[in-house]
């Protein structure tokens, strides 16, 4: 059914300039497909009931707004981790400043020239977990990107690769409108850990559909940050197999306006999938609302799924979460846990959060839990009690409070990593 007539108008302008790009027949099938999907969804608004919270404007207008190119000084995330880099500035990639593709156990190529090949394995990825996640909700701002990034990598991994692969996103045109689309399949019993970092662009889209074998594990640690003025609304859509194992943790600091949506598909027995976010938003050095959305189906026996998302808020800083369990009649032995928290520093800051459960089989464990508050006065008293300042009193207990999520990055070097970052965007916020 065609969307209605005030939505698309918006949509012409903002598909005004773009073009499919071309590939193979199955290739330009997906993105036609994505297109369809995105014409008759018409273009996300507040009045959606999963944009309620959002405004999506800035998302969804002809031209990225200007985002001032932002540099704290630090070096990027993730650079003495040993990795495999792949460098996108301005969402183009970058080979002079990446590395060589070769590394064992694993398959890397550019989505163009995975899509520009008649047979593919990325045939059976690309456009495929988009498109079984636009039911029971709507994602269009996914399916506008299926139909037209044009860059991203497509990944396989056959191995137990030996260290991270790490996409590193650099900023430096203030109206850069940039579009990735990344496709990964991990074969059975094969394990890969991810990375990402940078702010990538003034306005992002970024999609990633992973396809995980039964036995297989996909470990993803992200970093959004640094640029005040960024936008992004980001997809991951995970397909698990029996025995499989997707985590995932994602961190943000800065950025005007950041939705990140995850959609896991739980389809295989003895299945295990855990995301988890950080978020530390200060509205003294520009706006920040930060959104969470994530939907997570039980669709097979003896599977595990845990939410984990906190928010630390100052200075009018507006937080979101959208989380929901959704329970199949097969799906006996589940068990779902949902935790959704906020830390307001001030009286001007906002946590609105959506938990939601739906559950068709009787033999389960489902939880869920969202609360806000203030610092703990009686901790905070403590701690000055023992001559701890203020202020580092005050980091000391938004550290705690951020420890739950911090701890679902199973390697510790990663997780002392994201935590040394954390302390030096408490030091210079002046808490």
Known sequence: MAAPQP??????????????????????????????????????????????????????????????????????????????????????????????????????????????????????????????????????????????????????????????????????????????????????????????????????????????????EFHHVRAQGRDHERRASTHIFTRLGERSVFKSFTLTVNGVLTRNEAVIDIRGDNAVAHIAGAALGDGATGDFHHDDTVFITHDAQHCESRQVFKKVLRNGATGVFQGKILVKPDAQKTDGYQLSQSLLLDDDSIFQAKPELEIYADDVVCSHGSTTGAIDEEALFYLRSRGVPEGPATDLLVLAFLAEAIDEIEDESLREDILARLEGWLERHGS
């Not at 990225?64 to 460098?87: C, N, S, Y």
């Not at 990325?122 to 037209?148: M, S």
């Open 7 to 216: 939505k698309l108008d918006p949509l012409a302008a903002r598909l005004e300039g773009l073009s499919l790009p071309k590939g193979a027949a199955w290739a330009t099938d997906a993105r036609e497909a994505a297109l369809g999907r995105l014409t008759a969804m018409g273009l996300p608004t507040k009045r959606d009931e999963y944009w309620k919270y959002t405004d999506p404007s800035s998302l969804t207008q002809a031209g990225a707004p200007k985002a001032t190119l932002f540099d704290t000084g630090e070096a990027p995330l993730f650079d003495a981790v040993d990795r495999l880099k792949l460098v996108f500035v301005d969402g183009v990639f970058d080979a002079a400043l990446s590395d060589s593709f070769d590394l064992e156990g694993v398959e890397i190529e550019q989505i163009s020239d995975a899509m520009s090949h008649d047979i593919h394995w990325a045939k059976d990825v690309y456009g495929v977990l988009e498109a079984d996640g636009q039911n029971p909700v709507e994602r269009p701002l996914a399916a506008l990107n299926t139909a037209f990034a044009a860059e991203g990598v497509a990944i396989r991994v056959t191995g137990d690769v030996s260290k991270p692969i790490n996409f590193v996103y650099l900023h430096r045109n203030e109206t850069s409108d940039a579009m990735l689309h990344h496709v990964i399949r991990v074969e059975k019993d094969a394990k890969l850990t991810l990375l990402e970092n940078g702010p990538a662009a003034a306005r992002f889209s970024k999609s990633m559909e992973v396809d995980i074998a039964d036995g297989a």
